[in-house]
């Protein structure tokens, strides 16, 4: 099973949706121009899903975030956005041609002061943080390489702390999550190991859910760290 394309029911909601609630801005239009003009691929977050992110960064409240995955920075500017006086975003991005359009794009927004931006394999840089004793971070959004995804959480969950919340992304993948057939497809197989240490770990509370719109066919995990 592929992943399902957007229905053009499910893009005119998301445009209703965005005009109505996330009207154009001039920074987040800027990355998606900034984005699009470098080749990066579609596959930033839609205006909706860049929302509540922020929305969830503010709930928690989170004065530290670390986003796994940058691209070109657009939901980083979301969540960026969200951080009180004094806080911090650190954002990690395997590709150095995706960051530079990232870092531009953070500067752009004057985000620049409140962002950092480490280049490399994600997992080297997570080790990296928990050897510099990083403080814990208390919104993590997990939106990178779909076959590490197991290995992301559990990085995350030693860089977090009770009640921290964690934002695993994609994880429908229009449907092939439930398809037995699937089972074995390396993006499939990260996004199982990765629920089920959810289900699994007494220190981990989630659940999963399913969303349609100008993407297709997906969904995501929120996940909480328990007391």
């Known amino acids: 099973m592929t992943p399902q ?3 053009p029911e499910w893009t005119a909601v998301d445009t209703y949706f965005a ?3 996330t009207p154009e801005d001039e920074a987040l239009a800027h990355a998606q121009r900034t984005s699009e003009a470098a080749g ?3 596959i930033a977050v839609t205006p909706a899903q860049g929302k509540f992110l922020h929305l969830l960064a503010l709930l928690t409240p989170a ?3 670390l986003e796994i995955g940058t691209l070109g920075g657009y939901s980083t500017i979301w ?3 969200a951080l009180p006086a004094g806080g911090h975003l650190v954002t990690l991005e395997y590709a150095p041609a995706h960051a530079a359009v990232a870092r531009a794009n953070l500067t752009h927004a004057g985000l ?3 962002t950092e931006l480490r280049t490399g394999p994600a997992l080297d840089s997570l080790a990296a943080l928990h050897a510099e ?3 814990p971070f208390d919104l993590v959004f997990i939106d990178a390489d779909k076959v590490n995804n197991a290995r992301y959480l559990e990085w995350a969950l030693k860089l977090t702390r009770p009640g921290s919340l964690i934002v695993l992304d994609n994880v429908v993948r229009g449907g092939r999550v439930a398809d037995p057939a699937a089972a074995d497809e390396p993006d ?3 996004t199982h190991e990765a629920l089920e240490l959810v289900a699994s770990h007494p220190r981990l509370d989630g659940t999963a859910v399913q969303t349609v719109g100008a993407k297709g066919y997906d969904g995501f995990a929120l996940i909480r760290v328990r007391d």
Do not use: E, W
């Open 19 to 21: 005009d109505l609630l």
């Open 112 to 114: 620049d002061k409140v």
């Open 133 to 135: 004793g990083a403080d």
């Open 5 to 7: 394309p957007a229905q």
């Open 63 to 65: 004065r530290r975030i």
């Open 79 to 81: 969540l960026a956005r």
């Open 188 to 190: 499939i197989r990260g």
């Open 40 to 42: 990066l691929p579609p």
